[in-house]
């Protein structure tokens, strides 16, 4: 069950009051079905007033790093980290419904914005020194893909080289992902823009357009969006 109107409220009451506040997180995560296996040294998770249910944390590895900021609300999502020296952030007055945040190999980063919404989504910062960047305010819907790597090579037979190495994503503030969308690596989404359903982005995207399609090509200029429906 998704978290109450009576339970955000009395969740909001009670944050002032430190001690108490981490008292009844705890009470709350171990009612809540939280599951948590750590094998490693130095791995950190800070939670500064975040309210989890059915979470799985799944890490193997060396100073790992979550950082949940304030009034979040997270439940049915995964956790799972392979190597050393990640980092997550998940900022203020975010609500996650749904999904995975996936590290591999050392030193990647997922980090997203003030009050961003993600129904479900599947993140995955892969291959060293990757990031996956997501602004404030951003509207993410269901079956989301984000990747910046293949988790594979593709070899040249030629060079024998391989020529898929993985690639930074970034995506602005303000940036609407309708349902079943796949951001492919490399891909920069501008602020104030919008990916229609079922898209597949393979390169990236200005600021206040519409971009639908596979590959996602844009098919509207100068918009943006509001959550409300005026």
Known sequence: MPLTEVQINLYKKIK??????????????FLNFNK?????????????GVLLKKVKFDIIGNNNQIYFHEESFIENVTFFIRGSNHHLSI??????KGGSFWFEDNNCRINIGDDTTIENAHLAATENEKSIEIGCDCMLAYDIEIRTGDSHSIIDLNTHNRINYAQNVKIGNH???CADVKILK????????????????TKSIPDNCIAAGIP?????NNVT??????
């Open 16 to 29: 002032k009051h430190k001690l108490l506040l981490k008292t009844i997180l705890k009470i709350y995560c």
């Open 36 to 48: 948590c296996k750590i094998n490693g040294f130095n791995n950190t998770i800070s939670n500064n």
């Open 91 to 96: 900022g203020n007055h975010c609500v996650i």
């Open 175 to 177: 940036v609407w992902l």
């Open 186 to 201: 490399g891909v920069t989404i501008g602020k104030n823009s919008i990916i229609g359903t079922g898209s597949i982005v």
């Open 216 to 220: 996602a090509k844009v098919i509207h």
């Open 225 to 230: 969006w509001k959550r409300p429906r005026i």
